[in-house]
């Protein structure tokens, strides 16, 4: 359905619209939905909680109880620095990042060859994936995580720290590298899905430190496996992919 046909038929999810589309979807039997843009098929402020909790709540629990793929493509900020946090990342209101069940954001840097997939939800494990863009099929292919591909300097010298300082803090890790606390926990947690630091938890503090290659290697080969199940036919429920 084009856009002028949805906005003629459906119109706006948050007015009406998210009845209207389940009822098409109903008669249909469609099985899975994508609508792009999310922004181009609202109205009003998506910075508004209310706004953006009517225009998917209903959707996502008829999704849920139907059994029904329902994926969202939209927007995120123009300056995400190096962080690939797509919750953080989704435009708008908290509201609208409550109810989705899984989040992919594509990350490219201008000027710069391939792409990075940061993907998150409710019932699967953080990945971040390396893509390069196929012109001959014209599609993004994926090779593998992408911590693989690019152990950035900032990366290096947190590992060099931990090897220094030993079990550590962030906020040590982050006086002792020079980076933002903020951006030292990304890594850290980065680090962590690739199974090179381990996150420990001592009460209400969390601490880090490197792990020895024989104790991870197991751990490796499962975090640097692509998931099977993060893609959008094989999930129930709301989802969305920023771009």
Aim: proline share 2%; hydrophobic share 35%.
């Amino acid at each position: 359905m084009l856009y002028d046909t949805f906005r003629d038929q459906i119109g706006a999810l948050n007015s009406k619209g998210g009845k209207r589309l389940l009822k098409n979807v109903e008669a249909k039997k469609y099985k899975q939905v994508i609508v792009d843009t999310f922004s181009r098929a609202v109205l009003g402020e998506q910075l508004d909680v209310g706004e953006m909790t009517q225009a998917v709540g209903t959707l996502q629990q008829h999704a849920l109880s139907k059994g029904i793929g329902l994926l969202f493509v939209d927007h995120m900020p123009k300056n995400t620095g190096d962080l690939t946090d797509p919750i953080q990342h989704v435009y708008g209101s908290v509201g609208k990042a409550a109810a989705l069940d899984t989040v992919w954001g594509l990350y490219k840097e201008r000027g710069k060859v391939g792409a990075k997939l940061a993907i998150t939800g409710r019932d699967i494990k953080d990945e971040t994936l390396q893509l390069s863009f196929n012109m001959r099929l014209f599609c993004w292919d994926c090779e593998g995580n992408a911590l693989d591909f690019e152990m950035t300097g900032q990366r290096k010298a947190i590992l060099e720290t931990l090897e220094d300082l030993g079990r550590s803090q962030a906020a040590a890790i982050a006086e002792a590298t020079g980076q933002q606390i903020n951006h030292v926990r990304e890594r850290l947690a980065e680090l962590s899905n690739a199974g090179l630091v381990a996150r420990i938890l001592k009460g209400n503090l969390v601490f880090y430190e490197t792990i020895k290659p024989e104790s991870y290697e197991s751990r490796t080969s499962n975090t640097l496996e692509a998931p099977q199940s993060a893609g959008p036919s094989g999930l129930n429920g709301l989802n969305t992919t920023s771009l």
